[in-house]
């Protein structure tokens, strides 16, 4: 079993910036960030895979920036130009297939974090 952990998240005003972290207990390959507001479904923000192709959420594309490091299990998610829009529970996600593309798809990933709170405010 994977074990993952989100560091980060807090309170910011519109137009500022955030960083999350994500680590995990084992070697992991695809992982991504997802995101869940009060009352609407989780959607997918940014994923990468194990050599480094990233994808991102249009609504984010530009602001937000996925990376991860190999060598020691973790993920950050740099968040710039923040939007009230961005409020929400932030999860890391993780999977464990070597040559998988990156996704923004749930139901592509085995492992989650318990989630890590951003709220914008105006």
């Known amino acids: 079993q994977v074990q993952v952990v989100e560091s980060g998240g807090g309170s910011v005003q519109a137009g500022g910036s955030l960083r999350l972290s994500c680590v995990a207990s084992?070697?992991?390959?695809?992982m991504g960030w997802f995101r869940q507001a009060p009352g609407k479904e989780r959607e997918g923000v940014a994923g990468?895979?194990?050599?480094?192709?990233?994808t991102y959420a249009a609504s984010v594309k530009g602001r937000f920036t996925i990376s991860k490091d190999n060598a020691k299990n973790s993920l950050s998610l740099q968040m710039n130009s923040l939007e009230l829009e961005d409020t929400a529970m932030y999860y890391c996600?993780?999977?464990?297939?070597?040559?998988?593309?990156?996704?923004?798809?749930?139901?592509?990933?085995?492992?989650w974090g318990q989630g890590t709170q951003v709220t914008v405010s105006s």
């Open positions: 990468i895979n194990g050599f480094g192709m990233s």
């Open positions: 996600a993780a999977d464990r297939q070597l040559y998988a593309s990156p996704s923004l798809s749930s139901n592509d990933y085995d492992h």
């Open positions: 084992r070697n992991t390959y695809r």
